[in-house]
């Protein structure tokens, strides 16, 4: 029920914008946020925008250089990643639940995007 895209492999200083679409589901009804999972790792929220999209939060690692939004008319929410690092490669997941807060807190998960950070 959501499907995210814009994955890919970029080097170092690179941009890349992913995106969250919601398929039988309206995301302005949920709170929207965005994790990475790197091989051996935790999952880890990235970033997250509450239904009314004010005062979105972000992990102090991507604080600056990534910004999350949404737009409603495409029923879609973008994570916007600008000055991508090496530790930035993991896969991405986007997620929809009724509050920002940890993995329990979401209903509905993507099935994942890949991004890749290398020279």
């Known amino acids: 029920q959501l499907v995210e895209s814009g994955g890919g492999s970029v080097q170092p200083g690179g941009s890349l914008r992913l995106s969250c679409t919601g398929s039988y589901i309206t995301l302005y009804h949920y709170a929207i946020g965005w994790f990475r999972q790197a091989p051996g790792k935790e999952r880890e929220r990235v970033s997250c925008i509450s239904t009314s999209g004010g005062s979105p939060n972000y992990a102090d690692s991507v604080k600056g250089r990534f910004t999350i939004s949404r737009d409603n008319g495409k029923n879609t929410v973008y994570l916007q990643m600008n000055s991508l690092k090496p530790e930035d490669t993991a896969v991405y997941f986007c997620?929809?639940?009724?509050?920002?807060?940890?993995?329990?807190?979401?209903?509905?998960w993507g099935q994942g995007t890949q991004v890749t950070v290398s020279s």
């Open positions: 997620a929809a639940g009724g509050v920002c807060g940890s993995p329990g807190a979401y209903d509905y």
